[in-house]
């Protein structure tokens, strides 16, 4: 009752009171008083939701103060010396391999930042699994790395902590864990019950308290103490475990708890009974056998129906893997259920259980600093370890496990010290690998290799979801994890059975994923296994091969080497035995998966390399090695059979695989291993045996006869040529290739990174990827090694990217350097490790490109020969092959039939022959002894040749070669007289038939049968190693293997006579080649150039060949001049033989072929290039009306189109109108312009801001809203121009369509399936002719007649006369046009340019769709375009000149539109804008206009504008002299604004003196035209009213620091009227075509007042130009003045308050630019990448940035979402009216937003190499690109992205 008491009392109060009581030294009371509370309060029987315990424990363990404070005092007791942070998947971390000292070592941001890493080798990384720092972690990273605060080991002085702090916390959290863990066996339900499991819902009920725990961890070491003993105590666990006896529930809850443990191990507790009786044994084909070993009985099939059905199919299967597993295991305790200690252990039985949730195992990570839960939580995490794994395998969201159980593991693992405790007291290894046996014997079939029906080996089915989802990676990646500490590795590899374990794990994949060669059909279902199958090999068995081999370096480790080796015999032999294999593979099968050959031959390798053992003393015996080259050999050949087509039908999937084993990834542990196994077999077996299995195995046998024709049963003859290529170059690779005979580490680096760099130009990035890992580890230097740098620093050059505007982004790239392709190109490399054949091509490509351009040979080059490193001295048996007499045979057979061009033959087979011969002449065999003696020919009547030596064997004459062929042949003789030789003739006369005594002869013709031989020495060898195993041989004829399809005609044997030698065949290829008898005179060999040999085609080849020759045997020399002297050519055949087709050299039909290809190429090249060219000149109407300037005649004629649809050209006419081809764009570029050259800098502290007030569209809008709080709306709106955010700018490519052909267009477009970049619906199109992107097309105005030339024409009139004309015509009321299909056209493209921007940016008036506000808006797109021109020209017209833009300019067209538009408003003349301009008008009257407001006075209003609005209402086309007039009185209005605004900025003082000096002046001639008389006017003027002056006194005073002198007053004036100047010339030249002069740029004003006429004529440079010597003043400028300075003034006294900001306005703006950029991309990643959004004020997944504004915003976030629309696209269409340009932080990437479109523009942050990292996949420091950054902010200016970006795609406003 006393508990119910406490319950009902204030927590803290309570609590307060029993901390106390607990305190006493009797606390027995307080100790019943707590436990009788907790028991109330901590009942696991109320619902966990239920949060009222939580508060009460926080309470208790505060012991009455605040929960926060308490928590504040433990932690400044922490006495951690690790940082520890936990961390969930893609959290960003850092990995510096320069500190770490295991792979898997990572730091938080805050500790890498916090360190000095310069010019180390890190990356930032996304985490995929979760991590935790390791900083100040000494086991696992360098002390040098740690940061600051854990460099300094704070541990030492922290004060040790009073005792009664934490008491209350010891008292309190067994009880909690213990109700955490209640809650957990309450809620867990197995998963093959009926009931519905949702075991979420039973943890999300938990989140409080395990978050709570979580919390507890981060109160640091003092509190980790605390729970350690907690978590360990077995004392506590035994006392609270059960709960009390009269506690019915929580007995209730513990057996529910037994009940769970029950099955907890690998073999579950029934089956245990069942094994013991009886073997269980079940079908090798369903997996279910092996389920049941892993007590996963599936329910409803009891065992005994399994026993029964399969007892005889599987018996063998079956047993062998229960025996197997009962044998191997030492340790019981892995199969028995676990048994629980302690809290620690319980809870991380749950976290399994439940799947690893991510808070259970974030705390359990969180408390790894402190040390003895570390080593308590390894050994329950290792004791627990089969249950992880029987648990991942059931689980459904394995991915998601997988990552969380490496998250714990790695953090575990990673620490040698732990590594190496927990493998000797807890059996790791033992318990690792019995699991993964478990794991893959659940997945067991039988093997179909070899003898199907009594095959004994089962393999791993691949299309299992073990293997296919990867479930065993994170088993395997512990085990690799293990395995790369020393200790651990050294302990595995000396533990016999643990070998002998692993060996029969790795024989499960040992041929994998058989594929079976389909012969019929093609095959229905492509099976995608082989992905898993590469991945299990390269995973379950490389991996863990490499990790065990790097500790096999030194000698010491010779007996590991000696013991693994051994056993992978002796696996290897019960493989054999198990497949049923004695000596001939099954034909059609092919694996591409041999773990146990690679790594017998990986652990070879490091025998001779490293550890300096003999080679013979790991080798088994002859028949031995024989069995093991079997299937490595035949991968080889299958994988020539796939190149030449053979296994199409096995669909592209066998492509697949082909590629995949020599791909990268994967070459060094599949392909190299297997050929150096092969080069290891032929080192040791007899070279003719070998050579003649090769062949056999390549099935060209039957090719290789000195017959024109034979029979092949095995090959059609379109595969005999690749296949015999194929086999060729695998015999050079074999002979030639050096990675494991000899070369070292840093050569084979070398040699990966050459090959690579000759077949393409490669990135940085792409390089590491694509050299092997092996031998060469990238990540930390070798010691002693060349580092990836450095060498490739040697081999290459670094080409920096480069930038073809409106090309594609090139990254920075690497090419081989001059000396490399000359001595250090190797084709064979390049072969052996090309994955696509074009590669190859590509890098002959460029091998003869650099030929041609370094001058050395211009041919087709054949590939070099590269001489070779010298071989390891125990692989000189490799060099027998290439002096053998089989070898010879072939090559002296393939030299005759290229000769006599039989079938089949190609330019590649001749270049390998030579490859092979030259290789034979460089590596000699040592013992030749009789090596110049001349050869007695009498003794080798047996064979082809004397020895096996090439040399001797080269000069060796062979006469009479007997052959098999078929009747049908032309050898074969058909009439019986012997004398006659009729065909024989037709046959070349060489190989002319016997017609002499003939009998006589047959003694001395050759045969030569392949398979016979190789049949004689196999069963020599065999005979030779074991007598009694004769009756292994099955005798087997060659033909009974494959019977050929249809009856082949009889073979016949007959004898042909050759008399050719090795040496006389070449030199013959050497006359056929170059086509010239007698190529080669007598002497040629003394006038020989060594040098020049190294580079060239065939005959260079040959030339070297008989030269190395001839300088190695003096006879052989003799013989090459005996040949050349005598030599004579090959008959040519007659015209009707059949060998007619070969006449011409295939070489020069190929030749020719190619040449006629370029000379079509550039044909059609030139071609285009001239349509090109005339297409671009579409005459423009501007650029001809300045051509016409020059000629004095008037212009009759009207201009023509040519329309890019129908191509017909014409003139545009009111029926049939013209259009030009636009793109209408809405843009705010304008707007963003400020008033400082200098780009503002993007922030990255929380200090900077950016603001956007002093940006040009800002002000623009802050003084229309002041003009319309005061002055008239309607006078308002003609005052000032819109459109600087928001305009529309109009751009064409200059090309022109009738409008009706584009409607056409337009529907053909719209019928068009094909999905295209645009949308048809809303009027996108391309460009017909140059396809560049447009949306609408404005209409070409109907040609100019006779008004052209009196357009242009000088005037004299006065200007006062001109000025009345101007008012005249003003005044002339606008003509509605005629209703014709030119005036739809250009309503339609009004309407078009309406609606490309959005509402807000034309209604600027009081009332929206006024006309007021639609004349505003039409005459601002015009004052837009003029704008945008004059920033594309660099912000003036110095550089003068038709710009590029000029000529695809479509100014000219869009004024004739908005014009005949605007001609619909007049103005109505009493507020004419002119009559103030040029007439002094009497004040009205204010009658009853008090309540309206005032018009906006001239000084106030924007001249540019009212130029436009002139030009654009007066009657078109307007003539040059009103222009002129127009901008002369303008000029006067914009020179006094000038004045009044510059007085404003004087100080009162300046300004009095001005004024008086001035005044004197005022009598003077011209007084008009000086500056100093105006101002002191103007300063007089509006000083009548006080407070003009007053409003700036404030901010002038403090600009005042320098004097005003005349000079600096005029250049004030000037800058002040160059924007108005400039827009007039623009227009000028737009409108009348004149030139625009260049000039420099102090010279502008001069150059420009004189091109619109303001100044008579070029000023003398020697005397400067006044501003105010352009005045005309058409009445006194002195009234003029007056009245519009009295506007000002007249103003009432608010009015005037405000408003007179208005006179200080300043039209210059700066280029507009994006922000600027720091150049470390970290520090806006840093900065952003964890930054709150400010609209929903969560982290955004992808956080983006604008680069014009600064903005940052949510990309594709949910959260921001508005009316359906994201956040980037809104504010695209805010800030750059529907063109934003987005940084995604957290892929490095720019986006461009434009209209309902976007496209990925690429990256402005390259790394070191010049490489961007999209998705910042590799994590290295990435520095600005300035030139990439300069393209985008051109191509934003100059609104081009829409050209020069190609891939578009719709957002559907998702972005």
């Known amino acids: 009752m006393m508990a119910a008491s406490l319950l009902r009392r204030d927590k803290k109060a309570t609590a307060a009171h029993l901390k106390a009581d607990l305190n006493r030294t009797d606390n027995t009371s307080g100790v019943r008083q707590l436990q009788e509370l907790l028991d109330a309060v901590l009942n696991p029987e109320k619902p966990a939701a239920d949060t009222d315990a939580l ?575 079997v299937h490595p050999l035949q991968i080889q050949a299958c994988l020539s059979e796939i190149h030449s087509n053979m296994w199409v039908r096995n669909g592209l999937q066998i492509k697949g695989q082909a590629m995949t084993y020599v791909q990268s990834h994967f070459c060094n542990s599949m392909i190299d291993p297997d050929i150096y196994l092969l080069q290891v077999c032929a080192s040791r077996l007899d070279p003719d045996y070998f050579i003649s299995s090769v062949f056999e195995r390549f099935k060209v046998v039957d090719l290789l006869t000195m017959a024109s024709q034979h029979q092949n049963a095995v090959l059609d003859s379109e595969q005999e040529r690749p296949m015999l290529e194929g086999a060729l170059t695998f015999l050079v690779i074999l002979t030639s290739l050096r990675i494991h005979l000899g070369m070292t580490d840093d050569e084979i680096l070398r040699a990966e990174m050459v090959s690579q760099l000759c077949m393409n130009d490669r990135t940085h990035s792409a390089l590491l990827d694509l050299i092997p890992e092996n031998p060469n580890p990238k990540s930390g230097i070798v010691p002693g090694s060349c580092s990836f740098e450095e060498m490739l620093s040697a081999v290459a050059d670094f080409k920096a990217p480069v930038f073809e505007p409106g090309g594609s982004m090139q990254q920075g790239m690497y090419t081989p350097k001059a000396e490399v392709w000359e001595k250090e190109f190797d084709p064979i490399m390049v072969v052996l490790r090309t994955v696509y054949r074009r590669d190859v091509q590509s890098a002959m490509d460029r091998y003869s490109a650099f030929l041609k351009q370094s001058g050395i040979h211009t041919g087709n080059p054949w590939p070099p020969y590269k001489e070779r490193t010298p071989l390891h001295p125990c692989y000189k048996g490799l060099i027998k092959l290439l002096h053998c007499k089989t070898l010879h045979i072939v090559i002296f057979t393939l030299l005759y039939k290229i000769w006599m061009d039989h079938q089949n033959m190609s330019e590649h087979v001749l270049c390998m022959v030579l490859y092979l011969i030259e290789l034979g002449l460089d590596n000699q065999v040592q013992d030749n002894k009789e090596d110049e003696e001349p050869c007695i020919e009498e003794h080798c009547h047996d064979s082809w040749f004397p020895g096996t030596n090439l040399l001797s064997n080269l000069h060796h004459v062979i006469n009479f070669v007997r052959v098999r062929v078929p009747e049908t042949a032309p050898e074969v003789k058909r009439e019986a007289p012997p004398s006659t030789s009729t065909e024989a003739s037709s046959y070349g006369q060489n190989s002319r038939r016997l017609t002499g005594n003939w009998r006589e002869n047959l003694r001395e013709a050759q045969v030569f049968s392949l398979v016979a031989e190789r049949r004689r020495k196999f069963q020599e060898i065999i005979n030779r190693s074991n007598t009694e195993a004769t009756q292994v041989v099955r005798p087997k004829s060659s033909s009974t293997r494959w019977v050929p399809p249809g009856t082949p005609p009889q073979l016949v044997t007959e004898i042909l006579e050759i008399r050719e030698s090795m040496l006389s065949l070449l030199i013959k290829l050497h006359q056929k080649l170059s086509s010239k008898q007698n190529s080669l005179s007598a002497s040629w060999l003394e006038d020989m150039d060594m040098n020049r040999h190294a580079h060239g085609d065939g005959i260079t080849a ?435 604004q000038a004045l009044a605004a510059l007085s404003s900025k004087f100080s009162p003082e300046e300004r009095q003196a001005w004024s008086t000096a001035g005044a004197l002046k005022k009598s003077a001639a011209n007084a008009d035209k000086s500056f100093e008389v105006l101002l002191s006017h103007v300063i007089s003027e509006l000083s009548k009213d006080k407070s003009v002056y007053k409003v700036n006194a404030e901010e002038t005073s403090m600009l005042i620091s320098s004097v005003w002198s005349p000079q600096s007053i005029e250049f004030s004036l000037q800058q002040f009227c160059l924007p108005f100047l400039r827009l007039s010339c623009l227009l000028q030249h737009h409108l009348y075509g004149d030139n625009l002069t260049g000039c420099q740029e102090e010279e502008e004003f001069a150059s420009l007042a004189v091109c619109l006429g303001l100044l008579p004529s070029a000023p003398q440079p020697s005397n400067t130009v006044h501003s105010a010597s352009c005045l005309q003043w058409v009445v006194c400028a002195f009234d003029l003045v007056i009245q519009w300075c009295a506007e000002v003034t007249g103003l009432s006294q608010m009015q005037a308050e405000q408003s007179l900001t208005l006179v200080v306005q300043d039209p210059q703006w700066a280029a507009p630019r994006l922000l600027q950029l720091p150049d470390n991309y970290n520090i806006i990643f840093q900065y952003y990448h964890r930054k709150a959004c400010t609209a929903c004020k969560k982290v955004p997944k992808d956080p983006a940035l604008c680069l014009v504004c600064g903005a940052f915003v949510c990309l594709k976030g949910v959260c921001c979402k508005q009316q359906g629309t994201c956040e980037c696209v809104l504010h695209s269409q805010h800030c750059g009216a529907a063109t934003g340009i987005f940084l995604l932080i957290n892929a490095s990437v720019i986006i461009i937003i434009r209209g309902h479109r976007f496209c990925l523009w690429g990256s402005v942050y390259l790394d070191a190499h010049g490489e961007e990292d999209r998705d910042l996949r590799r994590g290295k420091p990435l520095f600005l690109c300035e030139e990439r950054y300069r393209v985008l902010e051109q191509q934003w200016v100059s609104h081009t992205f829409d050209h020069i970006n190609k891939r578009w795609g719709p957002h559907y406003n998702g972005l």
């Open 1102 to 1536: 040959i030339e070297r060949i008989l030269t190395k020759a001839a300088t190695r045997s003096c006879q052989i020399k003799r013989s090459i001049q005996d040949i050349c002297g005598k030599v004579c050519p090959p008959v040519p055949p007659k015209k009707n033989s059949p060998t007619d087709k070969k006449t011409m050299d295939k070489e020069e039909r190929r030749q020719r072929a190619r040449e006629r290809q370029q000379k079509l190429l550039a044909e059609f090249a030139s071609r285009q290039k001239s349509f090109m060219e005339t297409a671009m000149d579409v005459e423009s109407p501007e650029t001809e009306a300045a051509m016409d300037l020059g000629a004095s005649e008037v212009m009759e004629s009207e201009v023509l189109y040519d329309c890019v649809i129908c191509g017909q050209s014409g003139p545009s006419t009111e029926d049939r109108p013209t259009g030009l081809v636009v793109l209408l764009q809405a843009s705010s570029v304008l707007g963003h312009r400020c008033k400082s050259k200098e780009a503002k800098k993007l922030p990255t502290s929380d200090e900077e801001h950016i603001y956007a007030a002093d940006t040009c569209g800002v002000a623009h809008d802050v003084r229309l809203t002041l003009m319309q709080r005061f002055f008239k709306d309607s006078s308002c709106l003609q005052s000032v121009s819109i459109g600087w955010d928001g305009g529309v700018y109009v751009q064409t490519c200059g090309h022109t369509l009738h409008i009706d052909c584009h409607k056409s267009y337009m529907e053909s477009l719209r019928n068009d399936q094909v999905l295209q970049g645009f949308s048809v619906d809303k009027g996108e199109f391309t460009c017909p002719l140059c396809r560049q992107f447009a949306n609408s097309v404005l209409p070409c105005r109907p040609g100019r007649g006779t008004e052209a030339g009196a357009w242009h024409t000088p005037t004299n009139k006065k200007t006062c006369v001109l000025v009345k004309e101007v008012e005249d015509l003003q005044e002339k009321l606008g003509l509605f046009p005629t209703e014709s299909n030119l005036s739809k056209e250009m309503e339609l493209v009004i309407k078009d340019i309406k609606n490309t921007t959005q509402k807000k940016y034309m209604d600027y008036g009081k009332n929206p769709g006024s006309p007021d506000n639609d004349f505003l808006f039409m005459y601002s797109v015009a004052r837009t375009n003029l704008e945008l021109e004059l920033v594309h020209r660099g912000g003036n017209l110095c550089s003068g000149g038709a710009s590029a833009a000029a000529k695809r300019s479509c100014l000219n067209q869009l004024f004739h539109v908005l014009a005949m538009h605007m001609r619909l408003y007049s103005i109505d003349s009493a507020y004419n804008p002119w009559t103030k301009l040029t007439q002094v008008t009497q004040s009205r009257e204010t009658d009853g206009f008090d309540e309206e407001r005032p018009e906006v006075p001239m000084l106030f209003r924007d001249v540019p504008s009212l130029l436009i609005i002139f030009v654009l209402t007066m009657p078109q086309p307007l003539r040059k002299e009103h222009f002129t007039c127009v901008v002369k009185m303008l000029y006067n209005l914009q020179f006094t």
């Open 55 to 629: 508060d009460w424990c926080k309470c208790l363990i505060a012991g009455g103060d605040g929960f926060e404070d308490f928590c504040k005092t433990v932690r400044s007791y922490d006495n951690a010396t690790l940082c520890g942070l936990v961390w969930t998947a893609n959290f960003v971390a850092y990995r510096c391999r320069t500190c770490g000292i295991s792979p898997c070592m990572s730091l938080c941001a805050e500790c890498f930042n916090n360190g000095d890493h310069t010019g180390h080798d890190f990356n930032m990384f996304r985490s995929q699994a979760g991590g935790a720092c390791d900083c100040g972690d000494s086991n696992v990273m360098r002390e040098s790395g740690f940061c600051r605060p854990h460099r300094l080991r704070t541990g030492e002085n922290v004060p040790s902590i009073p005792r009664d702090l934490l008491l209350m916390s010891e008292m309190v959290l067994p009880r909690f864990i213990l109700c955490i863990i209640q809650y957990l066996r309450d809620g867990y339900i197995e998963p093959d019950t009926s009931t519905e499991r949702d075991l979420q819902k039973v943890l999300q009920q938990l989140e409080p308290q395990i978050s709570f725990l979580e919390e507890l961890t981060k109160m640091g070491g003092a509190m980790r103490t605390v729970l350690t003993k907690i978590l360990t105590n077995q004392q506590t666990f035994k006392e609270l475990s059960m709960g009390q006896e009269e506690n019915l529930y929580a007995k209730k809850n513990y057996d529910k708890y037994l009940s769970a443990l029950k099955n907890s191990g690998l073999v579950s507790v029934e089956e245990k009974g069942q094994g013991a009786t009886a073997d269980v044994t079940v079908g090798a084909e369903g997996g279910a056998g092996a389920m049941v070993l892993l007590g996963t009985t599936a329910p409803g099939s009891p065992d005994e129906s399994n026993k029964e059905e399969d007892q005889d199919a599987g018996q063998s299967v079956g047993q062998r893997k229960r025996v197997k597993l009962s044998s191997s295991t030492k340790d019981p305790c892995i199969i028995e259920s676990l048994k629980h200690k302690c809290f620690l252990e319980e809870l991380l039985f749950w976290t399994i259980k439940y799947e690893f949730p991510q808070k259970m195992v974030t705390f359990l990570l969180n408390m790894l600093p402190d040390q003895d839960y570390k080593i308590t939580f390894t050994k329950t995490f290792v004791q627990h370890y089969a249950f992880i794994m029987k648990t991942l395998m059931k689980s459904h969201e394995s991915d998601t496990m997988s990552n969380r159980i490496v998250h714990i593991s790695v953090q575990l693992f990673s620490n040698e010290e732990l590594a190496r405790h927990v493998t000797e007291e807890c059996q790791l290894l033992d318990i690792m690998v019995t699991v993964l046996l478990y794991m893959m014997e659940s997945c067991l079939i039988k093997s179909e290799l070899q003898d199907e029906e009594n095959s004994r080996h089962v393999v791993v089915n691949c299309s299992e979801a073990l293997l296919k989802n990867n479930t065993y990676w994170p088993l395997v990646s512990d085990f690799i994890n293990i395995l790369s500490h020393q200790s651990v590795a050294k302990k595995f590899l000396e533990d016999h059975s643990l070998l002998m374990l692993w060996m029969s794990f790795v024989s499960f994949f040992q041929g994998m994923n058989l594929n079976k060669r389909e012969l019929n059909e093609h095959v229905e279902f492509e099976s995608q296994t082989y992905y898993a199958a590469f991945a299990a090999e390269l995973e379950a068995c490389a991996q863990p091969m490499w990790g065990l081999l790097t500790h096999c370096k030194v000698k010491e480790t010779q007996e590991y080497t000696k013991t693994v080796v051994r056993y992978c015999l002796e696996t290897l032999q019960i493989w054999f035995d198990a497949i049923g294999f004695i000596d001939e593979p099954a034909p059609n099968q092919v694996t591409f998966h041999l773990p146990l050959h690679r790594y017998y031959a990986m652990f070879l390798s490091k025998a001779v390399k490293c550890q300096g053992l003999d080679l013979d003393s790991l080798l088994p015996d002859q028949e031995m090695l024989m069995k093991i080259m």
